[in-house]
């Protein structure tokens, strides 16, 4: 069964630093993509990044690019997110997802939440 | 590439056909994928591809259409299909979702 699990949300200060983790299970790691979608309250869902298999590729939304880092180890089947220079905007539920890159994300997590407050 | 959903909520019942659309802003061919989340639960990929069934999602869910504009069709609303629904292109970076559709209970 697949599972993805996200942790490492919490309570941050606007310019803080969070490191979010997503433990996978159930299939091959390795041979996916990967991506975190986020959905601030009250609003949309917000794709945030993804990473190729190897690593070798990662994209991010316009509003994250240079605070933001995708990474992944694919012997620990683990996806992350390095957050800094935390904003309020950027307070919301993270997702990862399993990313079958045209053809969308079949397996999510269950999300794990970020508040960014003084 | 903006995704325009419409409407943005709807009332409807039990049983009801209910259709969704939504706009791209430029042609992203079929990269066009159909997600249904329910509050506290992970988003549920329905349609990918613009038409093709997800596995073990009930057949009354399809979508249609190609280039800028789609469709995603509930033939016969059921009570567990009260949700929101967003499509999302997968054409091009930044990836991006629809605003989402409410489907309520009327």
């Known amino acids: 069964e697949v599972q993805l699990v996200e942790s490492g949300g919490g309570l941050v200060q606007p310019g803080g630093s969070l490191r979010l983790s997503c433990a996978a299970s159930?299939?091959?790691?390795?041979?996916?993509?990967m991506t975190w979608v986020r959905q601030a309250p009250g609003k949309g869902l917000e794709w945030v990044a993804n990473?190729?298999?190897?690593?070798?590729?990662?994209y991010y939304v316009d509003s994250v690019k240079g605070r933001f880092t995708i990474s992944r180890h694919n012997a620990k089947n683990s996806l992350y997110l390095q957050m800094s220079g935390l904003r309020a905007e950027d307070t919301a539920v993270y997702y990862c997802?399993?990313?079958?890159?045209?053809?969308?994300?079949?397996?999510w997590g269950q999300g794990t939440p970020v508040t960014v407050s003084s | 590439i903006q995704m325009t959903q419409s409407p943005s909520s709807l009332s409807a019942s039990v049983g009801d056909r209910v259709t969704i659309t939504c706009r791209a802003s430029?042609?992203?061919?079929?990269?066009l994928n159909w997600y249904q989340h329910k509050p506290g639960k992970a988003p549920k990929l329905l349609i990918y591809?613009?038409?093709s069934l997800q596995s073990g999602v009930p057949s009354r869910f399809s979508g249609s259409g190609s280039g800028t504009d789609f469709t995603l069709t509930i033939s016969s609303l059921q009570p567990e299909d009260f949700a929101i629904y967003y499509c999302?292109?997968?054409?091009?970076?930044?990836?991006?979702f629809g605003g989402g559709t409410k489907v309520e209970i009327k």
């Open positions: 999302q292109q997968s054409y091009s970076t930044p990836l991006t």
């Open positions: 997802a399993r990313d079958t890159y045209y053809y969308g994300y079949d397996y």
């Open positions: 990473i190729k298999q190897d690593g070798g590729e990662k």
């Open positions: 159930g299939f091959t790691f390795g041979s996916y993509w």
């Open positions: 591809s613009a038409s």
């Open positions: 430029q042609s992203i061919s079929s990269y």
